[in-house]
C-alpha cells in the first residue's frame, strides 16, 4: 500500500551455502570483474525497494530486489527461467509468512547472475511455479527476483538513497568512512539482526531485537505477540499492511512515540503491527521482535558488512522527514504492458477515498487533471501521501460509465 508495502518471505528450511571454490579450482560466489576492489552502479527506487539490473545466465537482463530479509535468492515466475531452458534439479515446497500455505517451487543449480561490474557463477536459484507475489502489480514496474544472502555475504555494500546508487567493495581491503557510525549486528538464519528501542503509545520502552530488512517498504514492523512487554496500541486501524508468498498480510497501523535505533532517535513513527507472523521455531531461533524496513533505513547512507556484522550509517537529507502512509485509503495496483491501467484494488474503510463511495475494481482515469497513464504508479502514490488537507480530484470509470470525486487528503493515524 504505497510506500508501506511490504515484501516479506520466508523460504522454508532451504538455505543453500556459498561454495568459494569447486574441485576444479574455479571461482564460485559473486566477485568483482578485472580485479576491482570496488564498483559502483544506480539503482531504481520503488517505495524503498533497491531494485538493481541482474542478467540471467548471460541472457536475459531481468530487475531484482536487493533484500537482506532472504536467504536464498528468488526467481519470482518459471516461466522467466523456461524461456531460456533452465533445468531444474527437484521441486520443493516453501511457505509464506505465517506459513499458511505451501506453494510450490524449483531449485536449479550453476546459475550465472550478472550485475554490473560483478560476475556471480555457481549460484543456486528457488524459482517459484508462478508469479505469487505479484512485484510486477504492485510495484508498477518489471521485477523479476531478489537477491538475498549470498550477495550481501561476498561484498560490502554501500546504499546511497539519496543518490540510488550501489557501491560494492572487496571485504578483505574495505575501511569504512569516518563520517559514517558503525553499529553492530548479529547474523541469525542468514539474516541480520540489530537491537533499536521503541516508545509505545503508552510511554513504556521496550528494547528488542529487529531484522534489518532493505526488502521491506515500512518504517517498523512490530510483531506484538512476541514478547508480553509489548502492548497494542489504542490509535489503530486494520488493513492489509503488505504482500508475502501466502498473500495478503493482515495487521494493522498504527504511531509508535518513538524509535531509538544505536545514538539516533525517531518520534511519530508509521508502523506495522501483526501476529503470528514467523512460526514457533523462528521465533525461537532469532528471539526477534520485528523489522526495520526502508522507510527508516532510506534516511540514512548506509553500508552493509556482513564478514565484520557492521552497519554503518549517515544521515541523509530525508533523515527529518514526516513518516507518512497513503492519505486518501486506496490501494491501487498498475496493470498492462507498459502499467498505463491503474485498478483500485482496495478501499480502506472509513477513508477519505471509502467516504466518496469510490469501490474496489474502480479503473483511474485521471489524478488531479493529469491522464493515470501519464503517471507512473510511485507518482500515484506520491500524490496520495503528500500532505494532509491536500486537494485530491479524481476521476474513475466504472462499468463503462466515468465519475467524478474530490475529497482532501487526511492522516488516518
Known amino acids: 500500500m504505497g510506500k508501506t508495502r511490504l515484501i516479506q518471505l520466508w523460504v522454508s528450511a532451504l538455505f543453500l551455502s556459498i561454495i568459494t571454490n569447486d574441485a576444479r579450482g574455479q571461482f564460485i560466489g559473486f566477485e568483482l570483474r578485472n580485479d576491482r576492489r570496488s564498483w559502483s552502479f544506480p539503482f531504481e527506487n520503488f517505495n524503498n525497494l533497491i531494485v538493481v539490473p541482474v542478467t540471467l545466465n548471460h541472457t536475459l537482463p531481468l530487475k531484482f530486489i536487493l533484500d537482506t530479509g532472504v536467504r536464498t535468492t528468488?526467481?519470482?515466475?518459471?516461466?522467466?527461467?523456461?524461456?531460456?531452458?533452465?533445468?531444474y534439479e527437484r521441486s520443493v515446497t516453501i511457505f509464506g509468512a505465517g506459513h499458511a500455505r505451501e506453494l510450490n517451487a524449483y531449485v536449479a543449480s550453476n546459475i550465472s547472475l550478472s550485475l554490473p561490474g560483478i560476475e556471480g557463477r555457481g549460484q543456486s536459484l528457488i524459482v517459484l511455479e508462478e508469479d505469487y507475489l505479484e512485484l510486477r502489480d504492485h510495484l508498477g514496474a518489471n521485477v523479476h527476483g531478489i537477491l538475498g544472502y549470498e550477495f550481501f555475504n561476498a561484498f560490502v555494500v554501500d546504499i546511497d538513497y539519496a543518490h540510488n546508487k550501489v557501491i560494492i567493495s572487496e571485504p578483505a581491503t574495505y575501511k569504512p568512512p569516518r563520517n559514517y557510525l558503525g553499529l553492530n549486528f548479529e547474523i541469525i538464519q542468514a539474516r541480520p539482526y540489530v537491537p533499536a528501542t521503541i516508545i509505545q503509545a503508552n510511554g513504556k520502552s521496550f528494547e528488542g531485537k529487529f531484522l534489518i530488512d532493505t526488502g521491506a517498504s515500512h518504517a517498523m514492523l512490530v510483531e506484538y505477540d512476541s514478547h508480553e512487554d509489548i502492548y497494542e496500541p489504542p490509535n489503530q486501524f486494520e488493513a492489509i499492511i503488505g504482500r508475502g508468498l501466502s498473500g495478503d498480510i493482515y495487521g494493522f497501523f498504527s504511531r509508535l512515540k518513538g524509535i531509538k535505533f544505536g545514538p539516533f532517535e525517531f518520534s511519530e513513527v508509521l508502523s506495522s503491527f501483526t501476529s503470528n507472523y514467523t512460526d514457533s521455531l523462528i521465533t525461537e531461533l532469532t528471539r526477534r521482535n520485528g523489522s526495520i524496513g526502508g522507510d527508516l533505513l532510506s534516511r540514512f547512507n548506509i553500508i552493509i558488512d556482513y564478514s565484520r556484522q557492521k552497519i554503518y550509517l549517515r544521515k541523509n537529507s530525508s533523515f527529518k522527514e514526516p513518516f507518512e502512509f497513503n492519505m486518501?485509503?486506496?490501494?491501487?495496483?498498475?496493470?498492462?504492458a507498459e502499467f498505463e491501467k491503474k485498478v483500485i484494488l482496495k478501499v480502506i474503510t472509513d477513508s477519505p477515498a471509502y467516504d466518496t463511495?469510490?469501490?474496489?475494481?474502480?479503473v483511474l482515469v485521471s489524478l488531479n487533471g493529469i491522464p493515470s497513464r501519464d503517471l507512473s504508479l510511485s507518482e500515484v502514490n506520491y500524490i496520495l501521501r503528500s500532505k494532509p488537507e491536500r486537494k485530491v480530484s479524481i476521476v474513475v470509470e466504472r462499468n463503462g460509465l466515468k465519475f467524478r470525486y474530490k475529497f482532501r487528503l487526511k492522516r488516518l493515524v
Open 357 to 362: 463511495g469510490i469501490m474496489p475494481g474502480d
Open 328 to 336: 486518501s485509503g486506496l490501494d491501487i495496483v498498475a496493470k498492462g
Open 74 to 87: 528468488i526467481l519470482t515466475d518459471r516461466t522467466i527461467s523456461d524461456l531460456i531452458n533452465i533445468s
